[in-house]
Antibody
Framework: QVTLRESGPALVKPTQTLTLTCTFS??????????VSWVRQPPGKALEWLAL???????YYSTSLKTRLTISKDTSKNQVVLTMTNMDPVDTATYYC?????????????WGQGTLVTVSS | AIQLTQSPSSLSASVGDRVTITCRAS??????LAWYQQKPGKAPKLLIY???SLESGVPSRFSGSGSGTDFTLTISSLQPEDFATYYC??????????FGGGTKVEIK
């Protein structure tokens, strides 16, 4: 049974760095084709893809946020970490981690429940 | 970057209605499109992948069609549990993945 769970601070101040951890089970990120991604959703708005790391440790980022994002994995701990620097109130959103389970279709077949991050002084 | 435009942004429908949501890509994406359902306070749920393939466990009243730039999600007979927001997502330009703006299906 595949599960993912996000953890991290609920509140960060402007200019601070956000660190979020996705802890997953039921699959291995060392299996060919597996990827874990981060997606966010500001309150009342649409989904936005942020970053992705694959089984081969290749990392990809949203063009608009590339300079602020870093994604990494710890396969032994079944964790993926996302850091976002220079946080701003517009970054207030629910942050989801999600799995891509196939290299044939890059779609998100399992999601965490999301964690709401508020950026405010 | 490939943009996805969904229409309408919201609609009102009754239980039993046939509902169609469209997603238009800014350039051709073959059949590299997925549809998700999201209920308030919940994570999105995958419904359709590869434009028309039904994800396991998803009711058959959901169907997807299209290729190139124009896609549709159809709910053949709307059920009470289907009131939600629906998103399309393209993966043709992997790893640059994008979502549409969403379509909210409300009760008439």
């Amino acid at each position: 049974q595949v599960t993912l769970r996000e953890s991290g601070p609920a509140l960060v101040k402007p200019t601070q760095t956000l660190t979020l951890t996705c802890t997953f089970s039921g699959f291995s990120l060392s299996t060919s084709g597996m990827c874990v991604s981060w997606v966010r959703q500001p309150p009342g708005k649409a989904l936005e893809w942020l970053a992705l790391i694959d089984w081969d440790d290749d990392k990809y980022y949203s063009t608009s946020l590339k300079t602020r994002l870093t994604i990494s994995k710890d396969t032994s701990k079944n964790q993926v970490v996302l850091t976002m620097t220079n946080m701003d109130p517009v970054d207030t959103a629910t942050y989801y981690c999600a799995r891509i389970g196939s290299s044939s279709w890059y779609v998100f077949d399992y999601w965490g429940q999301g964690t709401l991050v508020t950026v405010s002084s | 970057a490939i943009q996805l435009t969904q229409s309408p942004s919201s609609l009102s429908a009754s239980v039993g209605d046939r509902v169609t949501i469209t997603c238009r890509a800014s350039q051709g994406i073959s059949s590299a499109l997925a549809w998700y359902q999201q209920k308030p306070g919940k994570a999105p749920k995958l419904l359709i992948y590869d434009a028309s393939s039904l994800e396991s466990g998803v009711p058959s009243r959901f169907s997807g069609s299209g290729s190139g730039t124009d896609f549709t999600l159809t709910i053949s007979s709307l059920q009470p549990e289907d009131f939600a927001t629906y998103y399309c997502q393209q993966f043709n330009s992997y790893p640059a993945l994008t979502f549409g703006g969403g379509t909210k299906v409300e009760i008439k």
